[in-house]
């Protein structure tokens, strides 16, 4: 059984994101991701093969939906500002600078159906940024995600409307980078 986390910061503390945005974005949306993953283990655990595929689709879908969540709440709740240490290092060296990694961040956010996603990839050692549809459509194997920007217009509607480039403006005013900093560690200790 898997169980929600909470949020670890105050969302009325956020700059330009709503209490109301990110309270029915972690109680109703991620909470109901998490809900349904216990619920197709369940069935999975009885040995229903007849819905196999169906199950299966539901499974990857949901515990991706559930993980891509937890590391876009924990994301959240810092200052904004920039990384520092050896993330910075890494993105420099990765992207030519902070500069040109934040742009193309942000043109892949226009792009996504879903999900952007800042990843540390174990196989060569390089951080890509990549573009989710869904909760798993794009993912690469080995990859593992440090930042999530949730591009669902569940996660900006309410706040921004359409208006998705002041969504994306908002969040990385946002951007708790140690604890960003914190997974790039954890993915690269030796
Ligand atoms: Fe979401």
Redesign the pocket.
Known sequence: MYKAKRLEFSPKKLKGISEKQIKL?HDK??VGYVNKRNKIENKLKKGDLDHIRELKKGESHNAS?MI??EI?FDCLGGKGLKPKGDLMKKINEDFGSYAKWKKEFKACATAARGWVLLCYDWRDHKLHNYVVDFHDGGAVWGAAPIMAM?M?E??YYLDFGPEKTKYVDAFFKNIDWSKVEEMFERYTEE
Do not use: C, I, K, T
Request: proline share 0%; aromatic share 28%.
């Open positions: 974005h949306h991620y939906g891509l969540h876009y949730d669902w569940h996660a």
